[in-house]
């Protein structure tokens, strides 16, 4: 059973950072696509950032240049960076990796952003 653990949500300012971590137990994340979701209240999950196994990095637009995904394969933890953050980021934070095509799902953590 794949287990993904988020943590480094919480609240902050507008204009304000944060970085969240998502830790694995083994080395899933090396060879594998990650990802970072988002779900508001009222809306639907939506994509954030995704790192493919192999390949380029994509972001949504609504978050280029603000935030940045990476991942620590000796750790087996993916980080989401977001910098300047505003009041329309505040969301549920879902980590997510694909294995042998089947999704896995942290059970999210809480970022608030106040204007």
């Known amino acids: 059973q794949v287990q993904l653990v988020e943590s480094g949500g919480g609240l902050v300012q507008a204009g304000g950072s944060l970085r969240l971590s998502c830790a694995a137990a083994?080395?899933?994340?090396?060879?594998?696509?990650v990802g970072w979701y988002r779900q508001a209240p009222g809306n639907e999950r939506e994509l954030v950032a995704r790192?493919?196994?192999?390949?380029?990095?994509t972001y949504a637009d609504s978050v280029k240049g603000r935030f940045t995904i990476s991942r620590d394969n000796d750790k087996n933890t993916v980080y989401l960076q977001m910098n300047n953050l505003k009041p329309e980021d505040t969301a549920v934070y879902y980590c997510?990796?694909?294995?042998?095509?089947?999704?896995?799902w942290g059970k999210g953590t809480l970022v608030t952003v106040s204007s």
């Open positions: 083994g080395s899933i994340f090396s060879f594998n696509p």
């Open positions: 997510n990796t694909q294995i042998r095509g089947v999704a896995y």
């Open positions: 790192m493919p196994g192999f390949g380029m990095t």
